[in-house]
């Protein structure tokens, strides 16, 4: 692959960087991405990816753009209110840069097209906003061996790191059980700070970058925790748990479960 | 001896929307014992009816999960700053 005048011009700040250049610049157009949630942290993860001219990104949601999405759901604008989230993305993404193929997934991921969905992809981003997926994502992204960016978000704090399988902590490594529904409030009920969203996702969006190039350091066996009015960036580490239910020495899980019956939310 | 203790967001209402409190032990369970002292009802919520720590809280002293220490016998001392980090979903509603 060659890189044309255009994209010549059009990526010449970043390929002016050390670590990139233009075979980095090659590498980001032959990746592939999936982003789960074109919500809060999709929005800015799927518009910097795209503006830094990673080849294919795919975006899973079942929604539509609602009005209350857009005080931080940046990808959609007032104009797609009513369209589906997937569409309304690709179209933004495809304005800034027509390199990008975006491929719209409008589903609600289950245990059944997981698995389907992911192995066209070589790194995945959770920006879902609900336990079960979290933990769907986590054990299908363990079992298909696929690198998975981790992103959460509430009021003024966010959280991101990123699981390598096989050689770093997992989302169950962390927290091994979800938290009874009700006990952890949702963005609905306690609010969100936009930028909260922002930042979280772009971290996560740097984190696909890093790995793509192969440069730097992943947020790996490390929980990266920000909180906006303090303006503070704190880590904590995640060690690698032996006892994992789905990483561990003797796993437990090693197929993927009933997720909503794992999270009690059947019917909420 | 006081230790400085993080308050995660959906605790804070326990804690007079305080993000940081103070509060003393010599290990962790002392420091939660004191911190239901101080703030009734919060112990409850960070631990379960046998008393163990609930499996979506994670406690840390300074940077390090004391799951992977000697869970609430870790030992704190002072200048130690404590963390209680729950798990959140966040991002987006419909996937």
Redesign the interface.
Known sequence: MQLNENQIERYSRQILLPNIGGKGQERLLNAKVLI???????SPCALYLGAAGVGTIGI????SVELNNLQR?ILHSSSTIGES?VKSGQERIQSINPDVKVVPHQL??TSDNIMELIKDYEIVV??????P??YLVNDACIFSQKPLVH?????????SFTILPGESACFRC??????PPG??????Q?G?LGVV?GI?GTIQANEVLKYILQTGELLKNR?L?F?A??ASF??????H?SHCPVCGDKPEITSLIDYELFCNTRGN | MQIIVHI???LQKLTKNK?EVKATGTNIRELLSDLEKRYPGIRS?ICDEEGNI?????V?VN???I??HQEEETPIQPGDKV?I???????????
């Open positions: 789960i949630g074109a919500g809060g942290l999709g899973v949601d079942s929604d759901q989230k609600r991921l959770d920006g879902s906003d609900n336990f997926t979290r992103g959460g978000i509430l009021r003024y704090d966010g959280q962390l927290f091994p059980e979800p938290p006990s952890v409030p949702s963005c609905q306690a969100i969203a979280i929980l925790i909180n009015l303090k704190r880590s904590v580490s995640i060690p748990n | 995660p967001t959906p993000e919520r609930r499996k979506f809280i994670n840390y940077d390090e999960d799951r992977f963390s980090i729950p798990s959140i979903a966040g991002g987006n509603h419909a996937t």
